[in-house]
């Protein structure tokens, strides 16, 4: 919000005050109040891709987030496919201009290795940043060698966060379990299959402003948030999966108690954007939240 303040209110202010400071209190007090006047900050620009993919600008800065995915699984999207994804390719309007690329992790549905380094060598001045596992599949592909120069390889151990700056976008990597598929293996024992998935969340800075996109984590674990100091950190924008599962009571925790987002995006629904039934509970607990229902669809915060 911008507070606007008259500047004739402020001399007659001057006028009326004491005559130790005279003439000069006008200025002193204006002086005073720049810092409340130039509160205004520029709106966040969310453009849905499908399924976690979204292009999030502020300000000058672009940053696509998990939205260099195969064509077949775009296509799943309805009013997504081939031409939006030669759109996001060629870097046409709005995918012009990225100034940084986030992958969470390697499953098909965030990323392709052929579709990141299409885009990489279709946009030279996107950088890249990415788990450990997702550098490793891209550095089997052809043509990674004339590209690792703009990838950067990012695993904070779990539980753990680290602080980057790339080309003045700053972005701090948090390391979170990726939500759990359990199944029983030969011998009868339960195995969570995505144990080993690196998957990372992302707190970015855009033009003041700040997003967190926490890729697969299940937003069911308490314990993991609590010790990431994201309530103090004044989040705009939170890109969660899987708020409406139940039990709500651990999401809850998470979002409104360790995070406390401005606002909420609700994203790795079905293709239909449909989130299910949801109860008066859910929108009681979280009564802030965007469900984005068609690709290319926009949103300010």
């Known amino acids: 919000m911008i507070l606007s303040v008259s500047i004739r209110t402020l001399f007659r ?3 009326s005050a004491s005559a130790g400071l005279g003439p000069l209190l006008p200025a002193v007090l204006l002086l005073a109040l720049l810092p409340v006047i130039s509160l205004g900050q520029p709106a966040i620009n969310v453009t849905y891709v499908a ?20 064509r077949q699984f775009l ?46 060598a279709n946009n030279q001045q996107a950088q890249l940043v990415a788990p450990s596992q997702v550098v490793e599949l891209l550095a089997k592909q052809p043509g990674y060698a004339s590209l690792k120069g ?15 700056n790339i080309g003045g976008i700053e972005v701090e990597v948090l390391r979170l379990r990726h939500s759990p598929a ?21 707190v970015v800075t855009l033009a003041g402003r700040k997003i967190l996109h926490v890729g697969d984590s299940g937003i069911g674990q308490p314990e993991e948030y609590a010790k990431l100091g994201l309530a103090r950190q004044n ?53 802030k939240v965007v469900i984005f229902q068609k690709p290319l669809e926009s949103r300010q915060f």
């Not at 703009?150 to 980057?164: C, D, F, W």
């Not at 925790?253 to 989130?275: C, E, F, G, S």
């Open 235 to 287: 989040i705009a924008v939170g890109f969660f999966n899987s708020l409406y599962r139940e039990p709500v009571a651990p999401r809850s925790k998470i979002v409104n108690q360790y995070i406390k987002p401005k606002n909420i995006v609700l994203m790795h629904l079905r293709a239909n954007a449909d989130p299910g039934p949801i109860t008066s509970e859910q929108r009681r607990v979280f009564p």
């Open 13 to 15: 202010a001057g006028r």
């Open 150 to 164: 703009r990838i950067r390889a990012v695993t904070p151990k779990p539980g753990q966060t680290e602080k980057l």
């Open 51 to 70: 399924n976690e993919g979204f292009l999030v600008s502020a300000g000058k800065d672009k940053v696509l987030i998990d939205s260099l995915m195969s």
């Open 75 to 120: 296509g799943r999207y309805p009013g997504a496919g081939d031409d939006l994804f030669g759109q996001i390719q060629l870097g046409r309007a709005p995918f012009d201009d990225i100034d940084l690329v986030l992958l969470t992790h390697y499953h098909g549905d965030h990323e392709s290795s052929r579709a990141v380094l299409g885009f990489l």
């Open 182 to 202: 359990y199944s029983v293996d030969s011998t009868g024992l339960r195995k969570d299959r995505y144990a080993e998935v690196e998957n990372a969340g992302y």
